[in-house]
C-alpha cells in the first residue's frame, strides 16, 4: 500500500493508522504465542486475550504515518482509546464530530503539539465471559459479576503493567474510589 501511495505520488498527503481494537485471539485456530503478541501483558488461552479486560486484551498499538508532519519514530503515552479516531478523524476533515460522542482527538498529539483535552479515565465492559467490567485511571480496576459483593481485581499499571499482582485486599480505598 505504501508503495503504491509513493508511485501515485500521494505520499505525502495521505496519513495511515494501523491498529487493533484488541488484543490477541486463539479465535480460528490461532495462536496468541506468534510474534509474541501479548508481551508481558497477561490474557491468553483458553480464549485469548481479545476476550478479556487484562491490558494484553485492551492494550494496543497505534502506528500513524504522515510525512512531512509526524516525525519518525515519535512516541507518546497519552492515554487513547479506540472511540477517539472517529473525533481524530473529523479534526483531519476540519469538521465536527455528534456532540454526544465520548472521544477526544489526538491530532494534537500526532503534530507534536501538547493534548490539552484528556480522559481522565477509560471504562470497558464485556458483559460475555465473566461479566466484565474495567475502569483506568491511573490504576485499573477489573471487576466480575455485578453488586457490591463481585470479584475484584486492583492493579497499579505503573509497577505492574503486566497485572500479575492484584492489590484490591491491601488497597480497599483505591477500590472504592474507583468502584462506582
Known sequence: MVALLKELGIEKNTIIFFYSDNGPSTEGGTSV?????RGVLRGGPPLGAK??????????????????????????DVQFALWDFLPTACDLAKTRAAAKIEGISFLPTLLGKPQIKLHDHLYWEW???????????????ITFGRGLNCR??????????GEHKNLA????????????
Not at 51 to 76: A, D, F, M, N, Q
Not at 169 to 180: C, T
Open 33 to 37: 504465542d506468534i510474534f509474541d503478541a
Open 51 to 76: 476476550h478479556l479486560l487484562y491490558e494484553g486484551g485492551i492494550r494496543v498499538p497505534l502506528i500513524v504515518s504522515w510525512p512531512g508532519r509526524i516525525k519518525p519514530k515519535t512516541i507518546s
Open 127 to 141: 458483559v460475555l465471559f465473566g461479566d466484565q467490567r474495567a475502569i483506568r485511571k491511573g490504576w485499573k480496576l
Open 152 to 161: 475484584k481485581e486492583l492493579y497499579n499499571l505503573k509497577n505492574d503493567i
Open 169 to 180: 485486599s491491601i488497597q480497599p480505598e483505591k477500590v472504592k474510589e474507583l468502584y462506582r
